[in-house]
């Protein structure tokens, strides 16, 4: 049994959840088992929207595997205000800034399920 | 002034050398470390009494103990944390020694970190899979904390390039201490730029520090015991801590603005107010940089320079040996080697002595910051 589980659980469904605290709906990302705003031990998980933008990101590559595929890891500020590592597909990464728009997709990796986040269409 | 602090000193510190492969034992390294350190500062196993080291050291304190033949061991602690906690081992040894607990106290920290295991290696950080780092990608430190000096860069409008200027002082410095690993091995801005890139855009390989063999240790006592010893004292005069809410040691990714390392300011604000102490008072500023981006955050929450213009205040010539702040006179993590930060304290403790390798004339205050822990030495 983990904090996280209920996350991965989430994922596994084509759903991004974080904690939503029952006694002051503080959401919380990453999880933990009590509310650092009000102690509280109660929650629910909370099925986010899926959009955000932008905070930070690099490109991870190994620097000496030139044929490594590289990838965008990226820091997203959710529209609920928490943050989430992951990754930016479908997007040059030079042209990566602050703020840009994103939304949330699911795809395995390395054998297991992940969100994932691409430009968000217009009108998301 | 009503701390546990100002009452004692550190008298003794001793080093092996520091290698990319020292040929023995972590063991053996704490062990020489130590008995350097005892050598130094005139003492006997007997009178140690206390230990503190890493949590992530490999050494039991009780191997290190039969070792030295120490006969008894009153007092232990280990700091949390990696690099950050070095100036904790101090403030631990510190309040140690002020209560009573200990008498004096080896604080030491040895490693193969380059021919054992490799911090800068994917799979050193054994997490359950998936997590929320790893999993997306960010397996080494360069890339964890790269993420986090993005937005610094980013906000500030700081280049690699800007970094490179402080890594050539680093190296400037390195080049002139016969303990560093780069010894006589200077660079210029231009070796820097023509490095390849391990984060691009924001991390070159001479951004990062060694990876380093090797041990370091010191001894603490009280201040009255350290007036009859053979060096001459250094006072602590400040070792402290600072974690505020929402932070996390690598993964400091959820909480306000990160391009403000908060706990450097926090960590400041409670060393100038029970020193009584500023930013104009420090003679040598000793700033942990695991990558060379930290000592810019460092400089900045620290406060000798405001936000964003620690850019400005390197290209500006203020921290090489004639600056108005020399920062990292033994070449730093980069420069001399990687033990984890407590070389750095080893450092204050001669530019107090005034037998640094590049020792700066009369300094009387030095600042040994690893962001999270700090300390300020003084004379005794």
Same mark, same amino acid.
């Given at each position: 049994?983990?904090?996280?589980?209920?996350?991965?659980?989430?994922?596994?469904?084509?759903?991004?959840?974080?904690?939503?605290?029952?006694?002051?709906?503080?959401?919380?990302?990453?999880?933990?088992?009590?509310?650092?705003?009000?102690?509280?031990?109660?929650?629910?998980?909370?099925?986010?929207?899926?959009?955000?933008?932008?905070?930070?990101?690099?490109?991870?590559?190994?620097?000496?595997?030139?044929?490594?595929?590289?990838?965008?890891?990226?820091?997203?500020?959710?529209?609920?205000?928490?943050?989430?590592?992951?990754?930016?597909?479908?997007?040059?990464?030079?042209?990566?800034?602050?703020?840009?728009?994103?939304?949330?997709?699911?795809?395995?990796?390395?054998?297991?399920?992940?969100?994932?986040?691409?430009?968000?269409?217009?009108?998301? | 002034?009503?701390?546990?602090?100002?009452?004692?000193?550190?008298?003794?510190?001793?080093?092996?050398?520091?290698?990319? $492969? /020292?040929?023995?034992?972590?063991?053996?390294? @704490? &062990?020489? *470390? =130590?008995? #350097? +350190?005892? %050598?130094?500062?005139?003492?006997?196993?007997?009178?140690?009494?206390?230990?503190?080291?890493?949590?992530?050291?490999?050494?039991?304190?009780?191997?290190?103990?039969?070792?030295?033949?120490?006969?008894?061991?009153?007092?232990?602690?280990?700091?949390?944390?990696?690099?950050?906690? $070095? /100036?904790?081992?101090?403030?631990?040894?510190? @309040? &140690?020694? *002020? =209560?009573? #607990? +200990?008498? %004096?106290?080896?604080?030491?920290?040895?490693?193969?970190?380059?021919?054992?295991?490799?911090?800068?290696?994917?799979?050193?950080?054994?997490?359950?899979?998936?997590?929320?780092?790893?999993?997306?990608?960010?397996?080494?430190?360069?890339?964890?904390?790269?993420?986090?000096?993005?937005?610094?860069?980013?906000?500030?409008?700081?280049?690699?390039?800007?970094?490179?200027?402080?890594?050539?002082?680093?190296?400037?410095?390195?080049?002139?201490?016969?303990?560093?690993?780069?010894?006589?091995?200077?660079?210029?801005?231009?070796?820097?730029?023509?490095?390849?890139?391990?984060?691009?855009?924001?991390?070159?390989?001479?951004?990062?520090?060694?990876?380093?063999?090797?041990?370091?240790?010191?001894?603490?006592?009280?201040?009255?015991?350290?007036?009859?010893?053979?060096?001459?004292?250094?006072?602590?005069?400040?070792?402290?801590?600072?974690?505020?809410?929402?932070?996390?040691?690598?993964?400091?990714?959820?909480?306000?603005?990160?391009?403000?390392?908060?706990?450097?300011?926090?960590?400041?604000?409670?060393?100038?107010?029970?020193?009584?102490?500023?930013?104009?008072?420090?003679?040598?500023?000793?700033?942990?940089?695991?990558?060379?981006?930290?000592?810019?955050?460092?400089?900045?929450?620290?406060?000798?320079?405001?936000?964003?213009?620690?850019?400005?205040?390197?290209?500006?010539?203020?921290?090489?040996?004639?600056?108005?702040?020399?920062?990292?006179?033994?070449?730093?993590?980069?420069?001399?080697?990687?033990?984890?930060?407590?070389?750095?304290?080893?450092?204050?403790?001669?530019?107090?002595?005034?037998?640094?390798?590049?020792?700066?004339?009369?300094?009387?205050?030095?600042?040994?910051?690893?962001?999270?822990?700090?300390?300020?030495?003084?004379?005794?």
């Amino acid at each position: 049994m983990h904090d996280e589980d209920f996350f991965w659980e989430g994922v596994n469904n084509n759903q991004l959840l974080f904690q939503r605290c029952n006694e002051c709906n503080t959401l919380r990302q990453p999880p933990g088992p009590m509310c650092p705003q009000c102690q509280s031990l109660n929650w629910q998980p909370h099925a986010a929207k899926g959009t955000g933008t932008v905070y930070a990101w690099i490109v991870s590559k190994h620097p000496n595997q030139h044929t490594d595929e590289h990838r965008i890891v990226a820091l997203i500020e959710l529209s609920e205000g928490v943050r989430l590592v992951s990754n930016l597909q479908d997007f040059p990464a030079e042209q990566v800034h602050e703020g840009l728009a994103v939304e949330v997709f699911f795809q395995e990796i390395n054998g297991q399920k992940l969100p994932q986040f691409r430009p968000a269409r217009a009108g998301v | 002034m009503t701390s546990y602090m100002d009452r004692t000193a550190i008298v003794g510190i001793g080093q092996t050398e520091f290698s990319k $492969a /020292s040929g023995r034992s972590e063991l053996q390294l @704490a &062990a020489e *470390a =130590s008995k #350097a +350190a005892l %050598a130094d500062a005139g003492l006997t196993p007997a009178d140690i009494d206390g230990m503190v080291t890493f949590q992530l050291d490999s050494n039991d304190e009780l191997d290190v103990q039969r070792c030295l033949g120490i006969p008894e061991l009153r007092w232990t602690a280990r700091a949390p944390f990696g690099g950050a906690g $070095a /100036s904790a081992c101090l403030q631990m040894a510190t @309040a &140690a020694v *002020a =209560s009573g #607990a +200990a008498k %004096a106290v080896l604080v030491y920290r040895a490693f193969n970190e380059r021919s054992g295991v490799r911090f800068g290696q994917p799979g050193t950080y054994q997490l359950r899979f998936p997590d929320f780092h790893i999993a997306y990608g960010l397996d080494t430190p360069a890339k964890i904390y790269a993420l986090w000096y993005q937005r610094y860069m980013h906000k500030y409008g700081v280049t690699n390039e800007d970094l490179g200027r402080y890594v050539v002082v680093a190296r400037e410095h390195a080049a002139t201490n016969p303990a560093a690993w780069y010894y006589n091995k200077p660079i210029t801005l231009q070796d820097h730029q023509q490095s390849r890139w391990i984060v691009e855009p924001i991390l070159r390989l001479l951004d990062c520090c060694q990876e380093s063999d090797g041990g370091v240790a010191f001894i603490v006592t009280s201040v009255e015991r350290a007036k009859d010893l053979r060096q001459p004292g250094v006072r602590v005069l400040a070792a402290t801590q600072s974690h505020l809410q929402g932070g996390n040691i690598m993964f400091d990714y959820y909480r306000g603005e990160l391009a403000d390392f908060s706990e450097i300011g926090a960590i400041s604000k409670q060393m100038w107010n029970s020193t009584g102490l500023g930013p104009d008072d420090i003679d040598v500023a000793l700033l942990y940089e695991n990558f060379s981006p930290v000592v810019f955050m460092a400089l900045e929450g620290h406060g000798f320079c405001k936000p964003g213009e620690a850019k400005d205040f390197i290209k500006d010539g203020n921290i090489g040996m004639k600056g108005k702040l020399p920062v990292n006179t033994n070449g730093g993590l980069l420069g001399e080697g990687y033990i984890h930060g407590v070389n750095n304290i080893l450092e204050g403790v001669r530019q107090i002595r005034g037998s640094a390798a590049n020792q700066v004339p009369g300094a009387e205050h030095v600042l040994v910051s690893a962001s999270r822990s700090a300390a300020i030495l003084g004379k005794l």
